[in-house]
């Protein structure tokens, strides 16, 4: 099982990213999928979470700038980012739950750097 993340990189405060997040391998359905961030000497803190009925949960921080969502069909989930801040830089990892035979397991991807300029 792999996820592939993709879509960092550097924008200027007030700008806008689209991270996406796509599964592959032997997961046959998944449940919850998010987003995390971590910055260097930080604990990773939970950015978004979508479960598998679209219920979404935000962090206090971004609620009303980021956007999760989900394609099952792509096994891929995305975070849009809007009117991004400079405190969003950070390491991005995408999450999910994802069945495997008969159990489901937890999946981490490698991670996007997302950088904002002021």
């Known amino acids: 099982v792999q996820l592939q993340a993709s879509g960092g990189g550097l924008v200027q405060a007030g700008g806008s990213l689209r991270l996406s997040c796509a599964a592959s391998?032997?997961?046959?359905?998944?449940?919850?999928m998010g987003w995390y961030r971590q910055v260097p000497g930080k604990q990773r803190e939970l950015v978004a979470g979508?479960?598998?009925?679209?219920?979404?949960t935000y962090a206090d921080s971004v609620k009303g700038r980021f956007t999760i969502s989900r394609d099952n069909a792509k096994k891929t989930v995305y975070l849009q980012m809007d009117s991004l801040k400079p405190e969003d830089t950070a390491i991005y990892y995408c999450?999910?739950?994802?069945?495997?035979?008969?159990?489901?397991?937890?999946?981490w991807g490698q991670g996007t750097l997302v950088t904002v300029s002021s």
């Open positions: 391998g032997s997961i046959s359905s998944i449940d919850t």
């Open positions: 999450n999910i739950d994802g069945l495997v035979g008969f159990r489901y397991e937890n999946y």
């Open positions: 979508i479960s598998r009925y679209s219920t979404r």
